[in-house]
């Protein structure tokens, strides 16, 4: 028998719980022991939150699409789950998302960087520059003309 938690029951302990077991623990009992509970989209939204920090990109985009389909007015969400899609490479979905955050919002700046490097990645760099300068002129990063 060993004196020390590092291998507990044969599982090595890491760097502590993941994040989103934590989320999903929060609430655990407040409808009471074995009383299955409803979680709402903001509980949602804070769990994909945690799981894109802990760059479980997969896992944070199906939240997160959940969560965009319920409030799909919500920018910050939608902006997420493009990111999500992105460092999960699937960059079609990013592209389809980022659009719609421009079309809702058109003047946020991180969406057009966003979806000019969305492009570049899917090969299609003339369709990414009006995006990347467009992004520059509202970050103020226009290049100096010579």
Do not use: K, N
């Given at each position: 028998m060993t004196d020390s938690f590092d291998d507990l029951n044969g599982h090595?302990?890491?760097?502590?719980?993941?994040p989103d077991r934590w989320a999903s623990a929060l609430h655990l009992f407040d409808n009471g022991v074995g009383v299955p509970r409803e979680e709402s989209v903001l509980e949602r939204w804070e769990r994909a939150r945690l799981l894109f920090e802990a760059r479980d990109y997969i896992g944070a985009?199906?939240?997160?699409?959940?969560?965009?389909?319920?409030?799909?007015?919500?920018?910050?969400?939608?902006?997420?789950?493009?990111?999500?899609?992105?460092?999960?490479?699937?960059?079609?979905?990013?592209?389809?998302?980022?659009?719609?955050?421009?079309?809702?919002?058109?003047?946020?700046?991180?969406?057009h960087l966003m979806l000019g490097r969305t492009l570049e990645r899917q090969g299609r760099s003339d369709e990414a520059a009006p995006w990347l300068r467009m992004a520059a002129a509202f970050s103020g990063e226009l290049p100096s003309r010579a």
């Open positions: 090595p302990v890491r760097d502590g719980v993941a985009a199906r939240l997160l699409a959940a969560v965009v389909e319920e409030a799909p007015e919500q920018i910050g969400p939608r902006l997420l789950l493009a990111r999500a899609y992105y460092h999960s490479a699937q960059l079609r979905r990013a592209e389809d998302q980022l659009r719609q955050v421009i079309d809702r919002d058109p003047v946020e700046h991180y969406a």
